[in-house]
Protein backbone atom coordinates (compact mmCIF):
# COMPACT_ATOMS: atom_id res chain seq x y z
CA UNK A 1 0.00 0.00 0.00
CA UNK A 2 1.70 3.09 -0.85
CA UNK A 3 2.23 6.08 1.29
CA UNK A 4 -0.02 8.55 1.49
CA UNK A 5 1.12 12.35 1.16
CA UNK A 6 1.43 14.19 3.83
CA UNK A 7 0.03 17.75 3.57
CA UNK A 8 1.55 20.30 5.66
CA UNK A 9 -0.60 23.18 6.44
CA UNK A 10 1.05 26.29 5.00
CA UNK A 11 1.96 29.01 7.46
CA UNK A 12 1.64 32.94 6.17
CA UNK A 13 5.21 34.73 6.79
CA UNK A 14 3.61 37.66 8.63
CA UNK A 15 7.50 39.30 9.01
CA UNK A 16 6.62 41.93 6.16
CA UNK A 17 4.15 43.56 8.82
CA UNK A 18 6.46 45.35 10.86
CA UNK A 19 8.75 47.14 7.90
CA UNK A 20 5.50 47.93 6.62
CA UNK A 21 3.73 49.70 9.51
CA UNK A 22 7.18 51.60 9.89
CA UNK A 23 6.74 52.52 6.22
CA UNK A 24 3.43 53.97 6.88
CA UNK A 25 5.36 55.76 9.97
CA UNK A 26 8.45 57.13 8.03
CA UNK A 27 5.23 58.88 5.49
CA UNK A 28 3.30 60.28 8.25
CA UNK A 29 6.52 62.49 9.53
CA UNK A 30 7.45 63.52 5.93
CA UNK A 31 4.43 64.67 5.40
CA UNK A 32 4.36 66.77 8.64
CA UNK A 33 8.03 68.04 7.64
CA UNK A 34 6.87 68.85 4.24
CA UNK A 35 3.75 70.45 5.46
CA UNK A 36 5.97 73.09 8.07
CA UNK A 37 8.76 73.53 5.21
CA UNK A 38 5.89 74.98 3.07
CA UNK A 39 4.58 77.55 5.18
CA UNK A 40 7.83 79.68 5.57
CA UNK A 41 7.58 80.23 9.58
CA UNK A 42 10.23 78.91 11.92
CA UNK A 43 7.74 78.63 14.27
CA UNK A 44 5.52 76.61 12.00
CA UNK A 45 8.69 74.17 11.25
CA UNK A 46 9.71 73.98 15.17
CA UNK A 47 5.67 72.79 15.87
CA UNK A 48 5.93 69.99 13.13
CA UNK A 49 9.17 68.78 14.33
CA UNK A 50 7.48 68.40 18.05
CA UNK A 51 4.66 66.37 16.42
CA UNK A 52 7.86 64.66 14.22
CA UNK A 53 8.97 64.00 17.64
CA UNK A 54 6.41 62.48 19.43
CA UNK A 55 6.10 60.41 16.32
CA UNK A 56 9.45 58.59 16.28
CA UNK A 57 10.63 58.83 19.73
CA UNK A 58 7.64 58.70 22.35
CA UNK A 59 8.28 62.06 23.73
CA UNK A 60 11.88 62.80 23.41
CA UNK A 61 13.47 65.71 21.52
CA UNK A 62 15.54 64.49 18.44
CA UNK A 63 15.72 67.58 16.19
CA UNK A 64 17.24 70.82 15.86
CA UNK A 65 16.48 74.12 15.09
CA UNK A 66 18.34 77.20 15.12
CA UNK A 67 20.93 75.16 17.65
CA UNK A 68 18.70 74.03 20.20
CA UNK A 69 16.76 70.84 21.08
CA UNK A 70 13.29 71.11 20.16
CA UNK A 71 11.11 68.95 22.80
CA UNK A 72 7.98 67.97 22.46
CA UNK A 73 4.98 70.18 24.08
CA UNK A 74 1.45 70.37 23.88
CA UNK A 75 1.55 72.33 20.54
CA UNK A 76 -0.56 69.99 18.29
CA UNK A 77 -1.49 70.46 14.62
CA UNK A 78 -5.18 71.59 15.66
CA UNK A 79 -3.22 74.58 16.46
CA UNK A 80 -1.27 74.99 13.64
CA UNK A 81 -3.90 74.51 11.43
CA UNK A 82 -6.08 76.46 13.18
CA UNK A 83 -3.52 79.49 13.08
CA UNK A 84 -2.95 78.95 9.48
CA UNK A 85 -6.19 79.89 9.11
CA UNK A 86 -6.49 82.33 10.91
CA UNK A 87 -3.46 84.03 9.39
CA UNK A 88 -4.91 83.65 5.82
CA UNK A 89 -8.34 85.08 7.18
CA UNK A 90 -6.61 88.08 8.70
CA UNK A 91 -4.51 88.82 5.41
CA UNK A 92 -8.05 88.68 3.44
CA UNK A 93 -9.96 91.16 6.05
CA UNK A 94 -6.83 93.34 5.82
CA UNK A 95 -6.97 93.60 2.10
CA UNK A 96 -10.90 94.22 1.68
CA UNK A 97 -10.81 96.25 4.47
CA UNK A 98 -8.51 98.08 2.50
CA UNK A 99 -10.46 98.48 -0.47
CA UNK A 100 -13.14 99.74 1.22
CA UNK A 101 -11.49 102.65 2.56
CA UNK A 102 -11.60 101.97 6.46
CA UNK A 103 -8.14 101.04 7.01
CA UNK A 104 -7.33 103.99 9.32
CA UNK A 105 -10.27 103.49 11.17
CA UNK A 106 -10.57 99.15 11.41
CA UNK A 107 -7.15 97.49 12.56
CA UNK A 108 -6.89 93.28 12.49
CA UNK A 109 -4.68 91.65 15.31
CA UNK A 110 -3.87 87.87 15.89
CA UNK A 111 -3.01 87.41 19.49
CA UNK A 112 -2.90 84.24 21.86
CA UNK A 113 -6.68 84.95 22.07
CA UNK A 114 -7.54 84.49 18.70
CA UNK A 115 -8.53 87.05 15.37
CA UNK A 116 -9.25 90.93 16.69
CA UNK A 117 -10.61 92.56 14.70
CA UNK A 118 -11.46 96.26 15.84
CA UNK A 119 -13.54 99.37 14.67
CA UNK A 120 -13.55 103.06 16.02
CA UNK A 121 -17.16 103.70 16.67
CA UNK A 122 -16.46 106.82 13.93
CA UNK A 123 -17.45 104.04 10.78
CA UNK A 124 -20.07 102.54 12.63
CA UNK A 125 -22.00 105.25 15.00
CA UNK A 126 -23.00 108.38 15.17
CA UNK A 127 -21.84 110.27 18.54
CA UNK A 128 -24.06 109.09 21.06
CA UNK A 129 -25.81 106.80 19.13
CA UNK A 130 -25.64 102.66 18.98
CA UNK A 131 -27.72 102.64 15.40
CA UNK A 132 -25.25 101.34 13.09
CA UNK A 133 -24.70 103.73 10.08
CA UNK A 134 -25.91 102.44 6.77
CA UNK A 135 -22.73 103.65 4.95
CA UNK A 136 -20.36 100.67 7.01
CA UNK A 137 -23.28 98.13 6.37
CA UNK A 138 -21.78 96.39 3.35
CA UNK A 139 -18.14 96.06 4.68
CA UNK A 140 -19.54 94.67 8.24
CA UNK A 141 -21.53 91.65 6.06
CA UNK A 142 -18.32 91.11 4.18
CA UNK A 143 -16.17 90.81 7.95
CA UNK A 144 -19.35 88.24 8.68
CA UNK A 145 -18.65 86.36 5.52
CA UNK A 146 -15.66 86.24 5.91
CA UNK A 147 -15.79 84.86 9.22
CA UNK A 148 -18.23 82.32 8.79
CA UNK A 149 -15.50 79.31 7.73
CA UNK A 150 -14.31 79.42 11.24
CA UNK A 151 -16.49 77.15 13.96
CA UNK A 152 -15.28 79.39 16.56
CA UNK A 153 -16.80 81.09 19.53
CA UNK A 154 -17.16 85.08 18.49
CA UNK A 155 -16.93 87.85 21.72
CA UNK A 156 -18.42 91.04 20.59
CA UNK A 157 -17.23 94.12 23.20
CA UNK A 158 -18.11 97.34 23.62
CA UNK A 159 -15.72 100.35 24.86
CA UNK A 160 -16.11 103.92 25.29
CA UNK A 161 -13.61 107.01 26.23
CA UNK A 162 -14.06 108.23 29.76
CA UNK A 163 -16.29 111.51 29.13
CA UNK A 164 -19.38 110.86 30.65
CA UNK A 165 -22.88 110.48 28.54
CA UNK A 166 -25.98 111.08 29.73
CA UNK A 167 -29.00 111.74 27.08
CA UNK A 168 -32.44 110.77 26.09
CA UNK A 169 -31.22 107.36 24.75
CA UNK A 170 -27.98 105.97 27.56
CA UNK A 171 -27.59 107.13 30.71
CA UNK A 172 -24.49 106.09 31.37
CA UNK A 173 -21.24 104.79 29.01
CA UNK A 174 -22.07 101.32 30.43
CA UNK A 175 -25.60 100.99 28.70
CA UNK A 176 -23.91 102.96 25.38
CA UNK A 177 -20.98 100.31 25.45
CA UNK A 178 -23.24 97.31 25.91
CA UNK A 179 -26.05 98.73 23.47
CA UNK A 180 -23.60 99.05 20.95
CA UNK A 181 -22.14 95.48 21.18
CA UNK A 182 -25.60 94.11 21.01
CA UNK A 183 -26.28 95.85 17.88
CA UNK A 184 -23.07 94.56 15.69
CA UNK A 185 -23.65 90.93 17.02
CA UNK A 186 -27.17 91.23 15.51
CA UNK A 187 -26.28 93.01 12.40
CA UNK A 188 -24.19 89.56 12.23
CA UNK A 189 -26.26 87.15 12.65
CA UNK A 190 -29.47 88.75 10.93
CA UNK A 191 -27.48 89.74 8.15
CA UNK A 192 -23.81 87.81 7.85
CA UNK A 193 -26.00 84.98 8.32
CA UNK A 194 -23.43 83.70 11.38
CA UNK A 195 -24.98 81.38 13.81
CA UNK A 196 -26.70 83.17 17.36
CA UNK A 197 -25.28 80.50 19.41
CA UNK A 198 -21.69 81.44 18.85
CA UNK A 199 -21.70 85.07 20.01
CA UNK A 200 -21.32 86.59 23.76
CA UNK A 201 -21.49 90.29 24.22
CA UNK A 202 -19.66 92.51 26.51
CA UNK A 203 -19.54 95.86 27.69
CA UNK A 204 -16.70 97.51 28.99
CA UNK A 205 -17.68 100.78 28.84
CA UNK A 206 -13.91 103.45 29.47
CA UNK A 207 -12.64 101.05 31.78
CA UNK A 208 -10.34 99.02 28.99
CA UNK A 209 -9.00 101.52 27.47
CA UNK A 210 -5.53 101.32 24.96
CA UNK A 211 -4.92 104.86 24.47
CA UNK A 212 -4.38 107.65 26.49
CA UNK A 213 -8.06 108.86 27.10
CA UNK A 214 -6.05 112.68 28.08
CA UNK A 215 -5.82 113.59 24.18
CA UNK A 216 -8.87 113.67 21.72
CA UNK A 217 -6.87 111.33 19.60
CA UNK A 218 -6.58 108.71 22.07
CA UNK A 219 -10.42 109.07 23.21
CA UNK A 220 -11.20 108.88 19.69
CA UNK A 221 -9.17 105.73 19.63
CA UNK A 222 -10.59 104.20 22.85
CA UNK A 223 -14.37 104.67 21.47
CA UNK A 224 -14.58 101.22 19.37
CA UNK A 225 -15.85 97.57 18.83
CA UNK A 226 -14.02 94.93 19.08
CA UNK A 227 -14.95 91.78 17.78
CA UNK A 228 -13.43 88.68 18.75
CA UNK A 229 -12.77 85.06 16.97
CA UNK A 230 -12.04 83.00 19.88
CA UNK A 231 -9.46 80.19 19.58
CA UNK A 232 -10.48 76.58 20.22
CA UNK A 233 -7.23 75.65 20.01
CA UNK A 234 -5.28 78.01 22.56
CA UNK A 235 -1.30 79.02 22.62
CA UNK A 236 0.29 77.33 25.43
CA UNK A 237 0.58 81.29 27.05
CA UNK A 238 -2.89 81.59 26.51
CA UNK A 239 -3.40 78.12 28.35
CA UNK A 240 -1.55 79.00 31.61
CA UNK A 241 -3.76 82.58 32.17
Do not use: C
Not at 132 to 155: M, W, Y
Not at 228 to 237: W, Y
Amino acid sequence: MGKKKQHHEEHVDEAWLLPYADMLTLLLALFIVMFAMSQVDKEKLQKAAEQFNIVFAGGTGVLENSGSTITPGNTTMSQIVEQDKMVSVKSTLEEEIKKSGHADKVKVELNGEGLLISMQDTVLFNSGDAEILTGFHPALTQISTLIKGFNNDIRIAGHTDNLPISNSKFHSNWDLSYTRSLNVMKFMVSKGGLPANKFSVQAFAEYKPKFDNSTPDGRAKNRRVEILIVRNHPTDKEKDK
